[in-house]
């Protein structure tokens, strides 16, 4: 089975009280090997994702520098003029990423 190509992993993010993505935090992929996490905002996610850049839901193994446990795809969902954040089908009106982890 060939291994999922992906251009960053979602590793976790912050809600506002309206379960709106407020901030992300990815690991970015050079090559073989992946970036310290980082954080990015919900703009600069939908960006990414939008310009055509693959991210996945993730989790680093423990004490493996670049190996990750991968999960679903992180898609943007347009829906009454608003772009959302899903992972597999979710709600309409507001993000969707009920597997992913929060800090």
């Known amino acids: 089975m060939a291994k999922k190509k992906f251009d960053a992993i979602l ?48 989790k680093r193994q423990y004490k493996m520098g670049s190996v990750f446990d991968t999960g679903e795809d992180v898609q943007v969902v347009s829906s009454k003029g608003k772009d959302l954040l899903s992972v597999g089908s979710g709600e309409a009106d507001k993000d969707h990423l009920q597997s992913v982890p929060r800090f």
């Open 11 to 58: 590793s976790a993010v912050r809600v506002d009280e309206e379960g709106q993505v407020q901030l992300a935090r990815i690991f970015e992929r050079h090559g073989v090997v992946f970036s310290d996490h980082f954080l990015i905002d919900r703009d600069d996610l939908i960006k990414r994702i939008k310009g055509g850049q693959k991210i996945v839901t993730g």
